[in-house]
């Protein structure tokens, strides 16, 4: 799926092979990296992908999966399809650092605070961390899940590394010793998708789910501080069938001043805000929902803390909504999004044709079986049969005999003795 964020005041997003940088102030050349023309994985180099399902590197589709950027805004990574890691450094100039190989498909990656270590996380659960310093250097596992790994966020001081995954679960471990297990926060009810630890805030930890909720908690403790039913606001749908879907929350996003909190939900028109209320207990307070002319793909804050929406929409493809008198607002004619569309539209294309796929969150939903009913249903039957070939008459299923070998009693039950003492 497209997504989109910002390096400093670089807007980057990323649609099926190519990250592509658009400076948003300055008549700067855009930076494009192709995935599909990049290094190919060398012969000799090892390839572990059992867990790809015997998958090899020339199987793969080229496709960006994720990409994050420094805290700094300097350094920028991502990973796509084929197993490679991209190290970039963007100023005073973009340069691809490094290209490196990872063991499987990654989910997503994250640089800590310190921007020495870049932390990949990968569908078969585990993490792996590469050096930023030594960009060549192989990557080293440092933990590992026993499921598949969805969302990864860090508290500011690099001492936890937060992890979420298809089992619901949110796990905190101590970054240097990740043997070291500080808590997990659990309370939903389907696969984590999305994870934050807002700024200004570093004990307080955001989660969204499968289930259509958001939850705030404070992940030292674990302690769950407030819940959202995101469904609740959204407007009522005609159809039965979008009724009974849960939103899936896939992006949370937060303003670089720490007081707005944006919330998206997948196909879903509309983008939660929340507030943070600091009058006494500080809390999150649900502001507004923001209805949008097309489906978001997916949103960003800038440094300015505008937001920009990736839109659904060849005609309008970039929003940018700014906050003002209490509500958010288009900002059409804002020379940077004039800027940053034109120079977006010639990939236009590129992107249309990668919105054609199903949902990427539908094949994590559980299917639960009932197959209690099924075996109460024959147990009746036999139980009926039973009674037709003993002329109507039901043995009885326990029956009590004197002492025996010093135990009180002794009791048959469904055919079994049964000795209690």
Not at 8 to 18: N, P, S
Not at 27 to 50: G, H, I, L, M, Y
Not at 209 to 216: A, I
């Amino acid at each position: 799926m497209p997504a989109v964020g910002f390096c400093g005041e670089w807007f980057i997003f990323t649609c099926d092979k190519k990250l592509v940088a658009i400076h948003t102030k300055q008549a700067r050349e855009s930076f494009v990296f192709d995935c599909s023309t990049a290094e190919k994985k060398p012969n000799n180099t090892k390839d572990v992908s059992n867990g790809d399902g015997g998958a090899s590197e020339e199987t793969g589709s080229d496709k960006v999966l994720a990409f994050a950027v420094s805290p700094s805004g300097n350094l920028v990574a991502l990973t796509d399809d084929s197993k490679r890691l991209v190290l970039f450094h963007c100023e005073p100039s973009w340069q691809c650092i490094s290209i490196r190989w990872v063991v499987r498909r990654c989910t997503s990656l994250m640089f800590n605070q310190a921007e020495d270590q870049l932390l990949a996380t990968d569908k078969s659960g585990d993490v792996y961390s590469f050096s930023v310093g030594e960009p060549q250097r192989e990557g080293e596992l440092k933990m590992g899940h026993l499921s598949m790994l969805l969302a990864m966020s860090m508290s500011p001081d690099d001492k936890f590394i937060i992890t979420a995954d298809r089992d619901e679960k949110i796990r905190v471990s101590h970054l240097r010793s990740p043997y070291n297990i500080q808590s997990f926060c659990l309370g939903h009810q389907q696969f984590v998708s999305a994870l934050l630890v807002p700024p200004g805030h570093p004990h307080w930890l955001l989660s969204g789910s499968g289930d259509g909720t958001m939850k705030l908690w404070d992940y030292e403790s674990g302690r769950k501080l407030q819940s959202w039913d995101l469904k609740e606001h959204e407007e009522t749908s005609s159809s039965e069938a979008d009724k009974q879907k849960k939103p899936t929350v896939c992006r949370i996003s937060c303003s670089p001043d720490a007081r707005h909190v944006a919330v998206q939900c997948e196909r879903a028109s509309t983008v939660h805000f929340f507030t943070v209320d600091q009058d006494g207990e500080e809390k999150l307070v649900p502001h507004r929902r923001l209805s949008l002319p097309h489906c978001p793909l997916d949103m960003t804050f800038d440094p300015e803390g505008q937001l920009w929406v990736l839109m659904d929409s060849g005609d309008a493809p970039l929003q940018i909504y700014t906050h003002r008198r209490d509500s958010w607002e288009s900002d059409a004619e804002s020379p940077e999004l004039i800027r940053v569309t034109e120079a977006f539209k010639p990939h236009w294309e590129t992107l249309e044709a990668s919105l054609r796929t199903d949902s990427r969150f539908e094949h994590l939903y559980k299917v639960n079986f009932d197959n209690v009913a099924a075996y109460l249903q024959k147990k009746q039957q036999r139980l009926e049969e039973q009674l037709k070939r003993g002329g109507g008459h039901r043995r009885p299923t326990a029956t009590r005999r004197p002492e025996h070998n010093g135990c009180n009693k002794v009791i048959l039950l469904n055919g079994h003795r049964d000795i209690s003492c």
